[in-house]
């Protein structure tokens, strides 16, 4: 079960919404094979214990892993994930996730700090989507 796999945390100096916070978590847990399908989320009151946030903002990450298509409430259950995030494959994940630690810790040893090349990371993943975006305007 997820309650043990899954404790949520919130950054309250990032400026993202504890919601959003949640949600990402989960889809992260998802991303990296932590949760998987048929695992039950923790409890509203769990989370609000967890996190110190109010139970509506627990409420309204659940409700957007549902719109999401990841994540159903059953009564007398609880919240189950029903689906992985769409294009998630967390043992690709794990493959890519070892070749760009190497590539990181490469970076490191080479004097790279680490808020430049979260930038970079950042950079690249938004000028990729942006390419891929408009790539598939003109297959239309």
């Given at each position: 079960?997820?309650?043990g796999k899954l404790n949520y945390s919130?950054?309250?100096?990032?400026?993202?919404?504890?919601?959003?916070?949640?949600?990402?978590?989960?889809?992260?847990?998802?991303?990296?094979?932590?949760?998987?399908?048929?695992?039950?989320?923790?409890?509203?009151?769990?989370?609000?214990?967890?996190?110190?946030?109010?139970?509506?903002?627990?409420?309204?990450?659940?409700?957007?892993?549902?719109?999401?298509?990841?994540?159903?409430?059953?009564?007398?259950?609880?919240t189950v994930v029903t689906s992985l995030?769409?294009?998630?494959?967390?043992?690709?994940?794990?493959?890519?996730?070892?070749?760009?630690?190497?590539?990181?810790?490469e970076a490191r040893q080479d004097g790279?700090?680490?808020?430049?090349?979260?930038?970079?990371?950042?950079?690249?993943?938004?000028?990729?989507?942006?390419?891929?975006?408009?790539?598939?305007?003109?297959?239309?």
């Amino acid at each position: 079960m997820a309650e043990g796999k899954l404790n949520y945390s919130i950054d309250r100096t990032t400026g993202v919404p504890p919601f959003l916070q949640i949600v990402e978590q989960v889809k992260d847990s998802l991303y990296t094979g932590r949760l998987v399908v048929g695992d039950h989320l923790p409890s509203v009151s769990e989370v609000v214990k967890m996190t110190a946030v109010n139970a509506n903002t627990v409420m309204k990450a659940y409700r957007e892993l549902e719109y999401a298509g990841v994540a159903q409430p059953i009564q007398g259950v609880g919240t189950v994930v029903t689906s992985l995030p769409m294009g998630a494959n967390p043992q690709l994940l794990k493959i890519y996730q070892a070749r760009f630690e190497a590539l990181i810790n490469e970076a490191r040893q080479d004097g790279l700090d680490w808020e430049p090349l979260q930038h970079l990371v950042s950079t690249i993943i938004r000028e990729m989507k942006l390419m891929g975006r408009a790539g598939e305007s003109d297959k239309g």
